[in-house]
């Protein structure tokens, strides 16, 4: 009676050492990620990767844009993180690191073999670079570049314009009552800036001078905004001062718009069968922004400072952003950021062909982010405001860029 | 400690912590220069973001918006919500449905309402700009010129129903009596609504227009859903300016001085209003 009663004590005490054996050794990390279309890919390869890790579960906490930025802040207040893998947009960089909340990352980057760190494109890993110590590796770019309905530029035996003037001309040229030359997102802040700034880039103009000194009101930067108003005034849809991305990307894929200046990444999602374009899926090309210079967005993946296990944190960064995953995230669709996958033939072949990777590399040889600074989401925040301001008709060029200017001096106080 | 007190003491504590020290930490920190990205770095300013804010023109434009949103909303709710309550109350069939459909905005959360609208009045791709186009009629909704009014309009859309929930239940509380006295010494409709209706409906009338201006001062997600503020800073309100200080620049202090302005507005208003309304209906008892 009393061994058998000792039986199921024995048991319970294995089972609770077992448990607490694999508690210790088990691993969760929590993700905080934009719901993009890089994110469904991501997914699915984290299945892979927790297949083979199986003391370790990821979980990802998926969110649009706008909700992530203040939830990456408290995490990054608490004694410890909500998140221990957190993907960082490339104006907050500077910000999150001179703040404490971001965890150096050479050590781990040193101590990775077949890492690779340097394949990764220059322009879009310089951006996880603060004051000479890297917190961010490049998760995926979101350079624009210049979208194009190759069927009518075909048809009308339209080259595809190189300089933002033959834009101009071009998107003029295109438009009629009810279809359009370009389809613009003039709305207020983050929006237009990212736009306009390609103008502004094709005029040679810059928010800073090598020296830190604002030069938004600048000769080149009215001429610049005279120039997107033009554009605006003769090639947009009526009555779109508040349109931003969704609505653009509307009027691509329902045929009302000839061009627009858009991420990329979006070129594969218009020319999806059965997606969003019907019919027009395949009609769509990428081709380098007007002028060359490229507005260029990078989301990086980043450690929390207080993030409990970085170790494990990392493994799964390493992993996911290795050379090898990266091509096969480039396969599935996503937006590479290595050289050594945009060069790839085999990702040419089964990806969405040469002429579309060839294309990206050409942007993202000449593409620099919008701003930089610990304060970069309010600068441009605050340059967005006054150039809807001069686009609507409520300043002119030189007063809303002067008062931009004034602005910026305002929040660097 | 008497026992009156002592009965006090738990629900003094709950409001203690749950109202009074985050309002007095707010207040603390518009006194100190206080972000969120440089917590070792919090200085005391005094009443520098009070002043920095008060000279912010976009601190002023976006109160301006708000307060021009505040009355243009809340007058054309109280106009049609009084307006819908009165042929309601006549109402004798599907009564009880009518209610009902003519409530469903208010249940749908503002930032659903918000982008539901965006693309509604969206030039090339809404209905209603489509079916305007086609009668010949074309309206920049979001235009510099009309998106403060737009954004009013998609307001009383949602709260007007709440006007008129208010209304008929004032209208249905009211004795039947001086109706009849009114109807027996010959008034018309127009003279029993005006000096009979409206005197008696004043205090709920008061109660619906402080309530609803409270909730106005608030908006926020039709502006963040459609505009941004925008054209330029044509639709910026208050809550808006605060939400972008606080919490995408993440300068706490500026964000919590602004709101302290707003509570500061906010009083006076409706300390004007309950005044106007009392001296009023003191005049009227003493005539």
Redesign the interface.
């Known amino acids: 009676m009393k061994t058998r009663n000792s039986l199921p004590a024995f048991a319970a005490l294995l089972s609770a050492t077992f448990l607490s054996t694999a508690l210790v050794n088990a691993a969760e990390l929590n993700i905080i990620i934009e719901e993009v279309p890089d994110y469904e890919i991501v997914k699915k390869l984290t299945d892979e990767y927790m297949a083979a890790n199986p003391d370790v579960t990821v979980k990802f906490d998926a969110m649009p844009f706008?909700a992530m930025?203040?939830k990456i802040?408290t995490s990054s207040?608490a004694p410890s993180a909500t998140y221990d893998v957190i993907i960082i947009d490339n104006p907050w960089m500077e910000?999150?690191a001179?703040?404490?909340?971001l965890a150096p990352l050479d050590d781990y980057i040193a101590a990775s073999d077949g890492y690779n760190f340097d394949d990764f494109v220059g322009a879009v890993s310089s951006i996880g670079v603060v004051d000479g110590k890297t917190y961010g590796v490049p998760y995926y770019n979101y350079a624009l570049g210049l979208i194009v309905r190759q069927d009518i530029f075909d048809k009308e035996g339209l080259e595809i314009p190189t300089t933002i003037e033959a834009y101009m001309d071009t998107v003029k040229s295109l438009t009629t009552e009810d279809f359009f030359g370009a389809a613009m997102q003039?709305?207020?802040?983050y929006k237009i800036m990212e736009e306009w700034k390609n103008w502004l880039y094709a005029n040679g103009g810059e928010v800073f001078d090598a020296d830190g000194n604002i030069i938004i009101n600048n000769e080149a930067a009215v001429k610049a905004l005279n120039q997107y108003i033009e554009t605006y005034n003769t090639a947009a849809?009526?009555?779109?001062?508040?349109w931003?991305f969704d609505?653009a990307l509307?009027?691509m894929s329902?045929g009302?718009a000839a061009t627009m200046l858009s991420y990329n990444w979006m070129l594969p999602a218009l020319n999806a069968e059965g997606g969003m374009s019907g019919d027009l899926a395949g009609n769509f090309t990428l081709h380098e922004v007007p002028g060359g210079k490229a507005v260029l967005g990078t989301w990086s993946w980043g450690l929390p400072a207080n993030a409990k296990d970085k170790e494990a944190a990392w493994d799964f960064v390493s992993w996911i952003s290795s050379p090898e995953v990266a091509k096969r995230r480039a396969i599935m669709g996503g937006a590479p950021v290595r050289t050594s996958v945009l060069e790839d033939e085999t990702v040419w072949a089964e990806g969405y062909g040469e002429a579309y990777y060839k294309a990206l590399t050409g942007i993202l040889d000449d593409a620099a982010p919008l701003t930089s600074g610990?304060?970069a989401?309010?600068l441009i925040?605050i340059i967005g405001?006054?150039l809807?301001?001069?686009?609507?008709?409520?300043?002119t060029p030189q007063e809303a860029l002067d008062d931009a200017a004034a602005?910026v001096k305002r929040?660097n106080r | 400690m008497q026992l009156k007190h002592r009965l006090v003491l738990p629900l003094a504590l709950v409001l203690s912590a749950v109202m009074l020290y985050p309002v007095a930490f707010s207040f603390w920190i518009s006194l100190h220069d206080y972000r969120l990205t440089r917590l070792d770095d919090v200085r005391w300013v005094g009443f520098e973001n009070y002043k920095f804010i008060a000279t912010d023109p976009g601190f002023l434009n976006a109160m301006g918006n708000t307060i021009t949103f505040v009355i243009g909303a809340v007058t054309l709710e109280l106009i049609l919500g009084l307006g819908l309550a009165i042929l309601l109350q006549r109402l004798v069939r599907f009564q009880n449905f009518i209610r009902s459909t003519l409530l469903a905005p208010m249940f749908i959360t503002p930032i659903a309402v918000g982008l539901m609208f965006r693309f509604l009045l969206n030039s090339e791709l809404g209905v209603i700009s489509h079916y305007l186009g086609e009668i010949g009629i074309t309206v920049d909704w979001f235009g510099p010129q009309l998106a403060l009014f737009s954004i009013i309009l998609i307001d009383v859309w949602q709260w007007t129903p709440f006007m008129v929930l208010m209304f008929l239940a004032g209208l249905e509380s009211l004795p039947k009596s001086p109706f009849e006295a009114a109807r027996i010494d010959g008034a018309s409709a127009w003279l029993t609504f005006r000096c009979v209706t409206l005197p008696m409906l004043r205090p709920v009338i008061t109660v619906a227009i402080i309530i609803r201006a409270l909730d106005a001062f608030k908006v926020f997600e039709y502006v963040f859903a459609i505009t941004r503020g925008g054209p330029g800073d044509a639709t910026e309100t208050i809550m808006y300016y605060i939400y972008q200080a606080g919490f995408r620049f993440f300068r706490m202090g500026e964000a919590a001085a602004a709101a302290f302005m707003l509570i500061a507005v906010i009083l006076v208003l409706v300390i004007a209003l309950v005044k106007a309304t009392k001296s009023s209906t003191a005049g009227r008892n003493n005539v």
């Open positions: 706008d930025r203040d802040l207040l910000e999150f001179k703040a404490g909340y003039p709305q207020k802040g849809p009526k009555n779109s001062l508040n931003g609505e509307r009027a329902s009302t610990t304060n989401e309010e925040e405001t006054e809807s301001a001069a686009v609507s008709n409520q300043k602005a929040a």
